[in-house]
């Protein structure tokens, strides 16, 4: 399977808009280095002529993968954080907010009619770093939306619109609209090209195909801090395809040398040691509680299962740990076990699942070897990803409890992780997280 360029697109519902860096190769077009590892300029992420998976309506998808979605992501680039925000088959993540023809064709995102709108990520992210690649048709109006809320009303104010318009009057393509022009005379139409974006605090940069095209600095009173990512059909045929993430600003939790930071819940049975740098945890019932409390955050780990199928989580927004209630809190379940062996069924609820709640997509991790995972927690939504790709997405419509196992907690709570019986043999490492603000807008 071919594999294609990376771009970060920002997509905006506005009319009159059209840690390691990869770093790009000097003096080559579309040479930008891929999170997957792979150059740019390449051709598309698969070959075969998928049947069309279509949005329908406006909303969020549900779709699911007809068989393992191919992982993109080198164990370099899972180390240092990068998620695919799509897999290549469905838009399992994405929410579109208009009646635009969004769909999944041959591998890659595409649509080409239906009123102007955007396909946003369902959940919002801060700091970060964004790749993707893009094809604008002759004549097309397109973008990338950052830090947006799901409907914008104004680039100039609410997101902040990367465009892609070769034809646009004021700010063309690699411009923020409404905001600043970017490197005058680019030519975009007809090809695959990579953009790769960079948001920090109050700065945005971007490459096309290599090339710094943007720097911006938000000098407003008011500079945005969080968003959904959106992308953007405002006229003519637009394709994206190998949509990757990094999130930025995530500190570690734990050392890698003591257990400084976190405490052995009374009652347990587990053991917990450091041993080459990760926390290993035997035995149980027991859980370690981080003493810090996170209410809405990004948090990304290594785990490793060092036998069969074996039963451990990461419990968070968890109420303080008693002898009596040891974690009352919600659990991303980490067991590999799948149904006579199909990934596609995991066999008890799935590495990634908030459990008792939801089960994964798939099993996208293996015994006996480390496992990246990522989750972001926003309000009463949670999305996990299992080795870059993403295979939860949740939202708590319960009735507000300050204890999770009775109902949705959006107070913050402690991170707690599990020996699950006298089986556990478990390892876990470079644990992080940073906190995600809420965006200032209540359309997220």
Not at 22 to 47: K, T
Not at 328 to 338: R, T, V
């Amino acid at each position: 399977m071919a594999r294609g360029i990376a771009v970060w697109l920002f997509g905006a519902l506005v009319v009159c808009g059209c840690g390691e860096s990869p770093e790009p190769v000097p003096g080559v077009p579309g040479s930008a280095e891929r999170p997957d590892g792979q150059s740019g300029g390449g051709v598309g992420q698969s070959e075969s002529a998928d049947a069309a998976v279509t949005v329908g309506q406006r909303g969020k998808t549900v779709e699911e993968v007809s068989r393992l979605p191919e992982r993109l992501l080198n164990q370099e680039r899972l180390a240092n954080g990068w998620i695919q925000l799509f897999d290549g088959q469905t838009l399992f993540g994405w929410q579109a907010n208009s009646e635009a023809n969004w769909a999944v064709r041959d591998g890659v995102i595409h649509a080409d009619s239906g009123p102007p709108g955007l396909l946003v990520t369902t959940v919002p992210f801060a700091d970060y770093e964004l790749m993707c690649d893009f094809k604008l048709a002759s004549g097309g109006n397109s973008g990338v939306f950052l830090r947006t809320p799901v409907s914008p009303k104004n680039p100039a104010v609410d997101c902040y619109e990367l465009n892609i318009c070769d034809s646009h009057p004021a700010f063309q393509t690699a411009s923020l609209v409404a905001r600043k022009k970017g490197l005058a005379g680019l030519k975009v139409e007809g090809d695959w090209h990579t953009f790769h974006v960079v948001v920090e605090g109050r700065k945005l940069s971007v490459t096309l195909d290599g090339k710094p095209v943007l720097d911006f600095i938000d000098e407003t009173a008011s500079p945005l801090v969080a968003g959904r990512i959106g992308l953007q059909m405002n006229g003519g045929e637009i394709e994206f395809r190998n949509v990757f993430a990094r999130p930025l600003g995530v500190k570690p939790l734990f050392n890698g040398n003591d257990l400084k930071g976190w405490r052995e819940v009374p009652g347990g049975k587990s053991r917990f040691t450091v041993v080459d740098g990760a926390i290993h945890v035997e035995d149980g019932a027991g859980f370690l509680e981080s003493e810090s409390t996170w209410g809405d955050f990004v948090l990304q780990a290594e785990a490793r299962t060092n036998g069969d199928e074996l039963n451990s989580g990461i419990f968070f927004r968890a109420e303080p740990g008693t002898s009596e209630h040891p974690s009352n809190g919600y659990e991303l379940q980490i067991h590999n076990g799948s149904k006579d062996g199909n990934r596609l069924v995991p066999g008890n609820a799935g590495t990634g699942a908030i459990f008792r709640r939801t089960t994964a997509r798939f099993v996208a991790a293996e015994d006996r070897k480390w496992c990246a995972l990522t989750l972001v927690a926003s309000g009463p939504t949670f999305s996990v990803w299992v080795n870059g790709l993403q295979v939860t997405e949740w939202r708590d419509e319960r009735a507000d409890d300050p204890n999770p196992r009775r109902g949705r907690r959006l107070a913050a709570g402690h991170i707690s992780l599990q020996g699950h019986d006298p089986t556990t043999d478990l390892d876990f490492r470079a644990i992080r997280a940073a906190r995600l603000p809420q965006p200032d807008t209540a359309d997220q």
